[in-house]
Nanobody, 125 residues
């Protein structure tokens, strides 16, 4: 019932920045959590960042803390991931996800109910 579409991925040089967007449509949840995950070739999908839709509470993986910023625009039903000081290790497909309600571990894929199609981020050295 919630459709997510990511955009903003691309190729960037190490040290550069990209801003990913996740546009949500359909039924929304006031207390839901939005998350960003990523998956590199040969690796499991990993947590990147999360934000509470209503309060703006945020959490980050240690690997991106201090470099990435997650935010949301409630009026636009859009979540953003500002990625700064990008490293080659950040290369992955980035996925937006939506959690229907509270509870569970927001760092786990299993806590989320809806997923976007993913957008490729490639960081060159």
């Amino acid at each position: 019932q919630v459709h997510l579409v990511e955009s903003g991925g691309g190729l960037v040089q190490a040290g550069g920045s990209l801003r990913l967007s996740c546009a949500a449509s359909g039924r929304s949840f006031t207390s839901s959590t939005m998350g960003w995950f990523r998956q590199a070739p040969g690796k499991e999908r990993e947590f990147v960042a999360a934000i509470a839709w209503s309060s703006g509470w945020v959490d980050y993986a240690d690997s991106v803390k201090g470099r990435f910023i997650i935010s949301r625009d409630n009026a636009k039903n859009t979540v953003y991931l500002q990625m700064n000081s990008l490293k080659p290790e950040d290369t992955a497909v980035y996925y937006c996800s939506a959690r229907a309600g509270p509870g569970g571990n927001w760092r786990s894929q299993r806590a989320y109910d809806y997923w976007g199609q993913g957008t490729q981020v490639t960081v060159s050295s």
